[in-house]
């Protein structure tokens, strides 16, 4: 009898990224099989949706996405859809009661449990709902499937203490919990020793870290202490707050060789009106004394942010103030929102609704500045010797072009022509820039260098091995206590 099929299937930001590593290593340990590329909708035995729940769209996505999959469920009696992530902590029994064939709904505190439930649903043939109210253990402590062979998440806490009022996260991820440091190094060491030069620190908000253990200087000696492992080449993090952005941390970024020259800080509004009303306790100079300081110790950063558009109440006035910022920050990518009404929040309630029209305008407005600077940014980089570290499935185009793709130390992506000796995701090319777009580099020049690397080697015996398996039956790939992949960090969810 062929082992049982799956398909994780995760919307949000690199928390859920990293949540569903974890349960593709649960679903693995308990026998599964990841279902082979290309399969059909609905011919996985088990779908998991790990749900998103801060835009507005999420529901109908979710809703839609179930509704497909009827019909495949129809006919297929013994296939099994479960559910989790943060809408299943907010909606719980609502799931069930709008889409009835769903088998399993689980929540953001006990992701462990999913082959049990899947198994207590199968035996009892009803739907099995179960919504932890809080962490019961720290979710790094289960098996873990990681996607890349040389880049990995690091989770060093969950949850968040902030109250911004657009933000259901900390409602459905709860109070900020901290691993302890020992644990967190002893994992990077461990993914450092199968062959990952990169690692990203992950947390809701990732430089609040030590709050819980009581040390407000955690985060800076957590990074210097990621200096320390050798072989650990670049070490990111995401995201940060500008409330708990301090100096200790700029001076460990800029001290630290392996830490890299980009941070992603959101901001959300230049307005300080705005950023009162959102509840967040930074004003306009405070972020922009940030991004000075920062460019101080690191002029060649990269700096990347988050910006809502349309708050309730936001004018005219206050949104210039957003474009004001956006000038003076010269952020090298900002990951626009148009803000997005979720029930639970205060913002919800608030009067000022900004009719959709306005948003819009403002918006594309928005956009069209910041594609400018981040052309005008990127264009500094021609000409420039640069350090890449080669990925996977980065540049949808390179086999037609013959390129390869990765991304340089500032995290900004790299297309180049490919050279002529073997180079494996994992492995660095250095390169001369000669070309800018807004959202990526060129080098189409010949390559200076190519220095193969741990996690190339470590790239290559898994692919070696995945190719070696039967035809349709995917490998399951190594599991430790704790990783996760990494590829460049994705926009913030709009929560920090």
């Not at 992506?413 to 001369?432: I, M, Q």
């Not at 807004?438 to 010949?446: I, K, R, S, V, W």
Request: with cysteine; proline share 6%; net charge negative.
């Amino acid at each position: 009898m062929s082992a049982k099929t799956y398909e994780v299937r995760t919307y949000g930001c690199q928390m859920n990224v990293h949540d569903s590593e974890r349960l593709s290593g649960l679903l693995e340990e308990a026998g599964y099989v990841r279902a082979p590329e290309g399969t059909a909708e609905g011919d996985a035995d088990v779908v998991v949706f790990n749900t998103c729940a801060v835009r507005e769209n999420a529901d109908n996505r979710l809703y839609g996405n179930l509704g497909r999959l009827a019909p495949a469920k129809a006919k297929r009696p013994g296939m099994q859809i479960a559910v989790g992530g943060c809408l299943a902590q907010k909606d719980r029994d609502t799931i069930v009661k709008k889409a009835p064939w769903v088998d399993v709904v689980f929540g953001t505190h006990n992701i462990g449990s999913l082959p049990v439930l899947l198994e207590r649903a199968r035996v009892q043939e009803e739907a099995q709902v179960e919504i932890a109210e809080s962490l019961e253990a720290f979710p790094s402590t289960l098996p873990t499937r990681r996607e890349s062979a040389y880049a990995a998440w690091v989770s060093i806490s969950v949850g968040c203490n902030n109250t911004c009022t657009f933000c259901i996260v900390p409602a459905l991820r709860g109070k900020e919990k901290d691993r302890r440091p020992g644990d967190i190094l002893a994992e990077v060491e461990a993914l450092v020793a199968e062959g990952v030069v990169e690692i990203t620190l992950l947390g809701q908000n990732v430089n609040a870290y030590g709050s819980d253990i009581g040390d407000r200087e955690a985060f800076s000696k957590l990074l210097r202490a990621c200096g320390k492992i050798e072989g650990l080449e670049r070490v990111r993090f995401t995201s940060p707050h500008p409330r708990d952005f301090t100096d200790d941390v700029i001076a460990a970024m800029a001290e630290t060789p392996n830490v890299m020259p980009q941070l992603h800080m959101p901001l959300q509004s230049g307005s300080d009106t705005v950023l009162k009303a959102m509840r967040r306790s930074y004003r306009q100079e405070r972020f922009l004394g940030i991004i000075e300081k920062v460019r101080a110790a690191m002029p060649d950063a990269a700096i990347s942010t988050d910006i809502i558009v349309g708050f309730p109440g936001e004018t005219d006035e206050d949104f210039e103030q957003t474009l004001h910022v956006v000038r003076e920050a010269r952020f090298a990518q900002a990951f626009t929102f148009q803000y997005s009404k979720r029930p639970g929040t205060p913002a919800a309630e608030m009067d000022g609704q900004i009719p959709k029209a306005v948003v819009q305008e403002r918006y594309e407005r928005l956009v069209a500045l910041q594609e400018e600077i981040s052309w005008e940014e990127n264009k500094k980089q021609v000409g420039r010797t640069l350090e890449v570290l080669v990925a996977e499935g980065e540049g949808r185009k390179d086999d037609a072009t013959r390129r390869l793709s990765g991304r340089a130390a500032d995290n900004r992506l790299v297309h180049f022509t490919r050279p002529e000796e073997p180079v494996r995701p994992g492995d660095v090319v250095t390169v001369d820039i000669t070309y800018a777009a807004p959202h990526h580099l060129l080098a189409e020049g010949p390559a200076l260098g190519v220095r193969r690397t741990p996690a190339g080697d470590a790239w290559e015996r898994r692919n070696a091995a995945a190719q070696a398996k039967p035809a349709g039956v995917m490998l399951g790939l190594p599991t430790i206590g704790a990783p996760a992949p990494a590829p460049a960090p994705a926009a913030g969810c709009g929560c920090d």
